[in-house]
T-cell receptor, first 111, second 114 residues
Framework: KQEVTQIPAALSVPEGENLVLNCSFT??????LQWFRQDPGKGLTSLLL?????REQTSGRLNASLDKSSGRSTLYIAASQPGDSATYLC??????????FGTGTRLTIIP | KAGVTQTPRYLIKTRGQQVTLSCSPISGHRSVSWYQQTPGQGLQFLFEYFSETQRNKGNFPGRFSGRQFSNSRSEMNVSTLELGDSALYLC?????????????FGPGTRLTVL
C-alpha cells in the first residue's frame, strides 16, 4: 500500500531556530512530491514541488530535499518566525495520478 | 492572477439532503481535482477532471459525483448526506495535461451535516 508518513505530529521551536520537517513514503517509484502549509480552517498553500529527477528545491528560507532510494523528503526552514506556525503537509504522486497526503506536522514557533 | 475560488465557503445541511459545491480554477488551468479533509482520515482524493472528462476517481461511494464545464469550472455533488460527510472539501487546479503537475488549492468549503 502506498503511504506517506510525517513524524512528529507536532513540533514547537523557539523563534529564530532552523528546523527540519520529515516525510517518508513507502514506494520509491514516485513522480513528484509537493510540500504545503495549511493555516487553521484554511486551504492549502503550495510551498515547493520536487520532481522525481530533482534532489532539492529552494524558495526563500525553505529548502526541500528528496531521496527516493530511502523514501524520504525533508523540508528545512531557516531562521523560523512566528508566521511560520502552521500545519505542514507532504504529498506524493505515486503514479496513480492523485496526490497521497501525509497527516502533517503541526509547527508552533514560540516568540 | 486570482487563485482558486470555492463557493460557498460554509454550508450546513441535514441528513438525507443533497449539496452542490462549486470550484473555479485559476485562469488558464484545465485540471480540477477534489479532496475531502477530515480529522480522522486526513486528506483523501475524490476525483479529477480535465477538459470536461473525469480522468481519475478515488474510493468514495457513488453518492459523490462531479462534473466540469467547458470553462473549466467544476461542481461536486453529494446526495443523501450522512453525518460522516461533514468535512472540509478542497478543490485544486493545475495548468496543463500532465496529471503530476503542481497543484494549487482553494480555501475550501466547510460542510456540516446535522
Amino acid at each position: 500500500k502506498q503511504e506517506v508518513t510525517q513524524i512528529p505530529a507536532a513540533l514547537s521551536v523557539p523563534e529564530g531556530e532552523n528546523l527540519v520537517l520529515n516525510c517518508s513514503f513507502t514506494d520509491s517509484a514516485i513522480y513528484n512530491l509537493q510540500w504545503f502549509r495549511q493555516d487553521p480552517g484554511k486551504g492549502l498553500t503550495s510551498l515547493l514541488l520536487i520532481q522525481s529527477s530533482q534532489r532539492e528545491q529552494t524558495s526563500g528560507r525553505l529548502n526541500a530535499s528528496l531521496d527516493k532510494s530511502s523514501g524520504r523528503s525533508t523540508l528545512y526552514i531557516a531562521a523560523s518566525q512566528p508566521g511560520d506556525s502552521a500545519t505542514y503537509l507532504c504529498a506524493v504522486f505515486f503514479g496513480n495520478e492523485k496526490l497521497t497526503f501525509g497527516t502533517g506536522t503541526r509547527l508552533t514557533i514560540i516568540p | 492572477k486570482a487563485g482558486v475560488t470555492q463557493t460557498p465557503r460554509y454550508l450546513i445541511k441535514t441528513r438525507g439532503q443533497q449539496v452542490t459545491l462549486s470550484c473555479s480554477p485559476i485562469s488558464g488551468h484545465r485540471s480540477v481535482s477534489w479532496y475531502q479533509q477530515t480529522p480522522g482520515q486526513g486528506l483523501q482524493f475524490l476525483f479529477e477532471y480535465f477538459s470536461e472528462t473525469q480522468r481519475n476517481k478515488g474510493n468514495f461511494p457513488g453518492r459523490f459525483s462531479g462534473r466540469q464545464f467547458s470553462n473549466s469550472r467544476s461542481e461536486m455533488n453529494v446526495s443523501t448526506l450522512e453525518l460522516g460527510d461533514s468535512a472540509l472539501y478542497l478543490c485544486a487546479s493545475a495548468p496543463i495535461a500532465d496529471p503530476y503537475n503542481e497543484q494549487f488549492f482553494g480555501p475550501g468549503t466547510r460542510l456540516t451535516v446535522l
